[in-house]
């Protein structure tokens, strides 16, 4: 368990925008990550998302991790940002943009 | 797996005694919620906080018995 939340700690810190959902962007196997990953594809940003349906260690992890309840997550820089209800209010707002634009 | 939406007001009036809460059961099968919480608990805290601290009256059935809620909090 120590060690899902090191692995966990060390991909977050790995990568600028990280999305951890249920399937692909290409093939999302649900309607809230395919939500995110939709507006991240919109924005135009490159992103790494991990299907957290390939591991279960970091399906049950991740959640401790950010003591979060749900996929999706999104990192950027290091930083938990929200699920899909706080990822969508905040592109609605363009305080998604705002982050995206000085962090990448 | 599912929950009431009674017993789902009930988790959320207990976290938020001083909460406005409006819940719509989006597909009529006790598992996908919308839930609008107005409370002063909120003063000063991010978004991430408002809904952790949703998750965290809900007692661990997020996730659990509870599929789904598209969550949106405000303060009061």
Redesign the interface.
């Known amino acids: 368990m120590e060690n899902a939340q090191k692995k966990i700690d060390e991909l977050v810190k790995s990568k600028d925008v990280l999305l951890f959902m249920k399937g692909s962007p290409e093939q999302p196997q649900c309607g ?1 990550s395919m939500t995110v990953s939709k507006i991240l594809k919109d924005l135009k940003i490159k992103f790494y998302s991990i299907n957290v349906l390939e591991d279960e260690e970091i399906r049950v992890g991740i ?1 401790q991790y950010s ?4 996929i999706p997550q999104l990192y950027i820089k290091g930083n ?7 990822v969508k ?2 592109y609605q707002k363009g305080e998604l943009q705002k982050i995206l634009k000085i962090t990448t | 797996m599912a929950i009431s939406r009674e017993e789902l007001f009930r988790l959320l009036k207990s976290g938020f005694p001083d909460g406005e809460i409006k819940i719509d059961d989006l597909a009529g099968d006790n598992n996908h919620y919308a839930a609008n919480i107005k409370s002063s608990k909120f003063k000063g805290k991010t ?2 906080q408002q ?2 601290m949703v ?1 965290a009256a809900l007692k ?1 059935k ?3 018995e509870l599929h ?1 809620l ?3 909090t405000e303060e009061k």
């Open positions: 809230f959640k003591n979060w309840p749900t938990f940002i929200g699920g899909c209800d706080i209010e905040m | 978004k991430v809904h952790q998750y661990g997020m996730g659990n789904a598209a969550l949106t």
